[in-house]
T-cell receptor
Framework: DSGVTQTPKHLITATGQRVTLRCSPR?????VYWYQQSLDQGLQFLIQ???????AKGNILERFSAQQFPDLHSELNLSSLELGDSALYFC??????????????FGPGTRLTVL | DAKTTQPTSMDCAEGRAANLPCNHS???????VYWYRQIHSQGPQYIIH???NNETNEMASLIITEDRKSSTLILPHATLRDTAVYYC????????????FGKGTHLIIQP
């Protein structure tokens, strides 16, 4: 158990809909990262937040957005869903970037199925 | 971040040491070598990381060559539960970006 929690575990929805995925980082971690893993693209970094502020962006679509709240939990919002958005979505957390190494610990993921 | 090259798949007998190689010939002086593994659609699990020196923890050992252009992850006594995809990632310490995962090595532990 990494200490990172994600809800829900599974989500089934229809094309065009909007969903929200939630992540709680390990106790004391200030940074949250979101990743997408699909069969054809592998594990891809989407976005990072540090202490409530966006810190880095990866291959995140404009239909997707995220935020980190004062209690440090984070939400990933996916809108206008398409079939190709079906994937595993992982959240990771780390203590604080910029302080030597910042090992990322991953949650168990949310499996999103778009029908 | 430097690119890494790993074999696509490897087999190892249960109880033997599993040695997983990784080439990172363009690694920079401030880049660390990280190893993660992913067991069948579970979240990636951190294993170990190092900069120059060899490292050991309760899960594995990491051997980095003197020129830092390659490394080997060693699982000393592999079990069936070690069957997973193993990812070698090179990354600047404290870097702001996410991890760049390649295709990794699919390690299969044979009974």
């Amino acid at each position: 158990d990494s200490g990172v929690t994600q809800t829900p575990k599974h989500l089934i929805t229809a094309t065009g809909q909007r969903v929200t995925l939630r992540c709680s980082p390990r106790s004391g971690d200030l940074s949250v990262y979101w990743y997408q893993q699909s069969l054809d693209q592998g594990l891809q970094f989407l976005i990072q937040y540090y202490n409530g502020e966006e810190r880095a962006k990866g291959n995140i679509l404009e239909r997707f957005s995220a935020q980190q709240f004062p209690d440090l939990h984070s939400e990933l919002n996916l809108s206008s869903l398409e079939l190709g958005d079906s994937a595993l979505y992982f959240c990771a957390s780390s203590a604080s970037p910029g302080l030597g190494t910042d090992t990322q610990y991953f949650g168990p993921g949310t499996r999103l199925t778009v029908l | 971040d430097a690119k890494t090259t790993q074999p696509t798949s490897m087999d190892c007998a249960e109880g033997r040491a599993a040695n997983l190689p990784c080439n990172h010939s363009t690694i920079s002086g401030n880049e660390y070598v990280y190893w993660y593994r992913q067991i069948h659609s579970q979240g990636p699990q951190y294993i170990i990381h190092g900069l120059k020196n060899n490292e050991t923890n309760e899960m594995a050992s990491l051997i980095i060559t003197e020129d830092r252009k390659s490394s080997t992850l060693i699982l000393p006594h592999a079990t069936l539960r070690d069957t997973a995809v193993y990812y070698c990632i090179v990354r600047v310490g404290g870097g702001a970006d996410g991890l760049t995962f390649g295709k990794g090595t699919h390690l299969i532990i044979q009974p």
